[in-house]
């Protein structure tokens, strides 16, 4: 079964979301991300996706209360990421209480460094961040494509034994314009051990159907909810 993994985008302590990663195409939804992990928990969502995009920008978390508030008054399992750019930061983000941390920039720049985390933690708590625009992995917060081929990154880190992988297309992120979908089948086919969750232009219930037909890990809803093209409840089927 597919998991679906409603995220919360984090700026200031509010749930917020962006357009393409972008800072200037920012809307606030809720000035309470606790009230809306609860949402999300009371029509059985087990899952939450947990951006620091405060953090992301000081290359350190900030919203580590937010974090430790939620994983304190909910049974969900959350995956945290957003400046976890050291073994400190972490730490950090486990003690506040997430299940699973997600290694987004620096699994481009410093590959050594996460895998060392992949052997002290173990693949199952250290998700690679995989953000793309076209076949490329995309840097430098998204406004960059790189020459390193999206699936060639996938497969250097399934050699290294990492599993899980959240799969970003950023030119569809916020656009309400339908996922990556033969992307994400093309990995699929190519590196059947790859966990891949993708995440990115989800919009329907149509496309949480083809995207669990092709048989990725999990899928990540973010403005969809908010602005109201999926709801919460036609959710449950996929839960249950």
């Not at 995220?7 to 009230?35: H, K, M, W």
């Not at 073994?87 to 997600?102: L, M, P, R, S």
């Amino acid at each position: 079964m597919m998991e679906i993994i409603p995220a919360i985008d984090l700026i200031g302590g509010q749930c917020v979301r962006l357009t393409e990663g972008d800072f200037d195409q920012q809307t606030t939804y809720d000035s309470n991300p606790l009230e809306v992990a609860k949402r999300f928990e009371a029509h059985g969502i087990k899952r939450l996706h947990l951006v620091d995009l405060d953090g992301a920008r000081a290359r350190k978390p900030v919203n580590l209360p937010v974090l430790e508030t939620i994983a304190s008054n909910t049974g969900l399992t959350i995956d945290f990421g957003g400046g976890l750019q050291s073994e400190e930061a972490i730490k950090q983000a486990f003690d506040a209480g997430a299940a699973q941390v997600t290694a987004g920039s620096i699994a481009v720049r410093e590959p050594e460094t996460v895998k060392s985390w992949l052997q002290l933690y173990g693949a199952d708590k250290i998700i690679i961040g995989a953000d793309f625009k076209g076949k490329n992995i995309a840097i430098s917060a998204w406004t960059e494509e790189s020459s390193y081929a999206l699936q060639d990154f996938i497969s250097d880190y399934v050699q290294t034994g990492a599993k899980l992988f959240i799969c970003t297309d950023v030119s569809k992120d916020g656009k309400l314009q339908g996922p990556a979908t033969e992307t994400y089948q093309l990995l699929r086919q190519l590196l059947p051990e790859a966990g891949v969750i993708a995440s990115g232009g989800v919009t329907t219930i149509a496309d949480l159907e083809a995207l669990q037909d092709i048989g990725v890990k999990g899928a990540i809803i973010g403005k969809a909810i908010y602005e109201g093209t999926i709801e919460l409840k036609d959710l449950e089927r996929f839960v249950c």
